[in-house]
């Protein structure tokens, strides 16, 4: 784009160079001309010497017209040239931004991955110091998902975290954001609600998963093991995370298929 920019000016600058040069030189023939014109010559030669004049004003016309031509031609191949280099630039930049958008999306569920947590659990605590709403995080662990998978075979327990996801999916809102992070199965950042609100979302879950069919794993019960923490003043990302973690492990301390908070 600079390149084309700088070619679009630098023929600008010569060709107004260009038509200053030939004013100067039409403006002197014009006066060379006007000097020799002596009034008391008959009027054949004074006639001779306008259609003189006539003809430099022509050809001076002339030369302007090309100039303008050439000028009107640059400026559309430059505008040609420069709307290619926009055209690339947009598909460049969609291009970075697809391979971000995959770079934080995990392959196996296509939900959002780690990183996109991270990034989204930092937009979602700056928002809350600043507007102080309820905002409550909860880690999701599958039960026994190792005995599973060690039962029947790793693409079952994938089968099992796909259908999962998806149930998670369907039970929380729009606004609320769901991703495979490395502190559990699952995490949610339930926006707008309190850890006492996020229990009556959470609290539906159970039901979804018994309507699931498991059938390639001769229907063994799926349940879910959960804790929940809800922003608190002093808190930081990452005491906040520690907190849903512990109570996701005194949760599965339990022995799983169980909720708690704090």
Do not use: M
């Not at 000016?9 to 000097?35: G, M, P, V, Y």
């Not at 004049?53 to 001076?60: K, P």
């Not at 690339?88 to 296509?110: F, M, N």
């Not at 991703?179 to 949610?188: E, M, S």
Request: with cysteine; charged share 25%; aromatic share 8%.
């Amino acid at each position: 784009e600079a390149e084309v920019l700088s070619t679009y000016l630098t023929f600008s600058e010569k060709n107004q160079k260009l038509s200053e040069q030939q004013l100067d030189k039409f403006i002197k023939q014009l006066n060379t001309r006007l000097d020799s014109l002596d009034v008391n010559l008959g009027p054949d030669i004074i006639n001779n010497e306008l259609r003189h004049i006539s003809f430099l004003l022509e050809y001076f016309r002339l030369d302007q017209c090309e100039l303008k031509s050439q000028y009107k031609q640059r400026i559309i191949a430059a505008k040609v040239a420069l709307g290619e280099v926009l055209s690339q630039l947009d598909s460049a930049v969609a291009d970075a931004e697809q391979r971000r958008e995959k770079l934080l999306r995990d392959k196996l569920t296509g939900l959002p991955n780690n990183d996109a947590f991270s990034l989204r659990i930092q937009q979602e605590f700056d928002r809350w110091q600043r507007y102080q709403r309820p905002f409550t995080i909860v880690a999701v662990n599958i039960d026994r998902l190792k005995e599973l998978n060690q039962s029947y075979g790793y693409h079952s327990g994938d089968r099992i975290i796909e259908a999962v996801a998806q149930k998670l999916q369907e039970n929380i809102r729009k606004t609320d954001f769901i991703a495979r992070a490395t502190i559990c199965d699952f995490v949610l950042l339930l926006l707008e609600l309190s850890r006492h609100q996020a229990i009556a979302v959470l609290d539906k879950l159970p039901n979804n998963l018994r309507a699931c069919d498991f059938e390639f794993i001769n229907q063994a019960a799926i349940t879910l093991s959960l804790g929940a923490t809800e922003f608190k003043a002093g808190d930081d990302v990452s005491s906040c995370i520690r907190r849903a973690e512990k109570a996701l492990s005194i949760a599965l301390s339990k022995g799983g298929s169980c909720f708690h908070s704090f």
